[in-house]
């Protein structure tokens, strides 16, 4: 079946530092791709998506890629700052077209 | 714009009992899935609802759990008899068409005593 694969955290980095967290997945075909945050006893927000080969998608400074070869969606963001700790999920969108496969997140802590 | 409303946002029940979970979508959507939250695991699916239909509950428990999303009224999902193995945070989302992004609730935290 499908699966969803994030690298381990917890992630602890310092203000302005450059973040990446990858994320690769197994699926049938091109689906479309998420990433959500879940901010501590909150639920999810939608962070970015991409739905189509090379698309980038963008908001709030994080970016990621579609990369159809190698199938991955890492995101990444320039500077981070403390604000930014959550807990992040990669998520893309099942054969079923409908249900979301969430990877296990992986939880970012920014120290000033 | 209100967005996806879920209440109880904390429930806690004793073994044997019943939880109902309350979910009400953003305004025009008419798409509704459950997921389920254990600690330290991602989001399950659990079942996707239109309006009066379940269209696809292949990820919820064959026993004990159901779910339902009539024409008036929020999503319901219903848990009989909870054991301890149920305790987790079960999210809501909500779309406008099936296979857009999906926009989640603040969940429901369950707790079985």
């Known amino acids: 079946g499908d699966s969803v694969t994030q690298m381990e955290g917890p992630v602890t980095l310092s203000e302005e530092a450059f973040l990446t967290i990858n994320c690769t997945y197994t699926a049938t075909g091109y689906p479309s791709l998420f990433w959500y945050v879940q901010y501590p006893g909150e639920g999810l927000q939608l962070l970015l998506k991409?739905?189509?080969?090379?698309d980038k998608g963008s908001n709030k400074g994080f970016e990621a890629t579609y990369r159809k070869e190698t199938t991955s969606f890492h995101l990444e963001k320039g500077s981070v700052q403390v604000s930014d700790s959550a807990v992040y999920f990669c998520a893309p969108l099942s054969n079923s077209g409908y249900a979301l496969n969430f990877g296990k997140g992986t939880s970012l802590l920014v120290t000033p | 714009n209100a967005g996806v409303m879920q209440n109880p946002r904390h429930l806690v029940r004793r073994r044997g009992q019943e939880a109902r979970l309350r979910c009400s979508p953003m305004?025009?959507?008419?798409?509704v899935y459950w997921y389920r939250q254990l600690p330290e695991e991602g989001l399950k699916f659990m079942v996707y609802l239109q309006k009066e239909n379940i269209i696809d509950e292949s990820g919820m428990p064959k026993e004990r759990f159901s779910a339902e999303f009539p024409k008036e009224g929020p999503s319901i999902l219903r848990i009989q008899q909870v054991v301890r193995g149920d305790s987790a945070a079960y999210f809501c989302?909500?779309?406008?068409?099936?296979?857009?992004?999906?926009?989640f609730g603040p969940g429901t935290r369950l707790t079985v005593t």
């Open positions: 305004k025009g959507h008419s798409h």
């Open positions: 989302a909500s779309s406008p068409l099936q296979g857009n992004e999906q926009y």
């Open positions: 991409a739905t189509k080969a090379d």
